[in-house]
């Protein structure tokens, strides 16, 4: 996307370079709330990391050891290396494929339709009305940028979830809904509450945020993002 472009843009729109997503809107782009959130600590992503690569290493041992013995040991080592990120990036379009579904309303696969299901089934329980979905939003003041799974009303609040399909529900998810809610432009309604969707095969479970402290928590993470250099600013 060319500088012309961007500048022509009055609503935000989502930009990817290389693995980074920024938005586009008012002739700037932003960082997206889930690259400053590479400033968030995560000390079980090693742990996982290392059972990840392990587990590869052992499964593929009659292949790692002909890789080695034909093509060298460095050869091998930067496979094992790069091996855990096949299981991170299945994961991802796992979700992805899930997100869109949702987003479209159409008939999942018989392989997520453990995951699609558990949502509607909420949505019908809950009595929840959709306002919008898949929404990006800009927060010019401290330059970010996103996009909103789902707001919704229910429960007599206005509310900006989040939708994750993963094995669990971690401190970031709740710090990027808050940056969410904290939205100054995109956002179809004034929002005043957030939450986390879990959906799992055992059913959906909606994780409720408490946005002021997570919305902190964001902004440290951002400065930290910033600061170390995970996040270079373009214009």
């Known amino acids: 996307m060319s500088a012309a472009e ?12 290389g693995k980074s997503h920024w938005y586009a809107y008012g002739g700037k782009l932003y960082p997206s709330v889930t690259t400053l959130l590479k400033g968030w600590p995560k000390p ?3 742990g996982w990391a290392a059972e990840a690569t392990a587990e590869y290493a052992i499964r593929q041992r009659v292949k790692m050891f002909a890789i080695a013995e034909g093509s060298g040991e460095e050869a091998a080592i930067e496979i094992l290396k790069n091996s855990r990120f096949q299981t991170s990036d299945k994961a991802k379009r796992k979700g992805s494929d899930i997100h869109a579904i949702i987003a479209a309303g159409t008939e999942p696969p018989s392989d997520l339709r453990p995951y699609v299901d558990p949502y509607h089934r909420w949505i019908r329980e809950h009595q929840v009305e959709v306002i919008a979905q898949e929404v990006p939003i800009i927060n010019l003041t401290e330059g970010y940028g996103g996009t909103a799974d789902l707001v919704c009303r229910f429960a007599g609040m206005t509310w900006v979830i989040d939708l994750k399909t993963g094995t669990g529900v971690y401190p970031e998810y709740h710090a990027q809904v808050a940056a969410y809610a904290h939205a100054e432009h995109g956002l179809p309604v004034p929002v005043d509450a957030g939450g986390v969707l879990h959906l799992a095969e055992t059913g959906p479970a909606l994780h409720i945020v408490d946005l002021e402290p997570a919305y902190r928590a964001f902004l440290a993470a951002a400065e930290v993002a910033r600061y170390i250099g995970l996040v270079k600013e373009e214009t």
């Open 6 to 17: 961007v500048s022509s843009i009055d609503r935000p729109v989502l930009v990817i370079r």
């Open 44 to 46: 079980k992503l090693i």
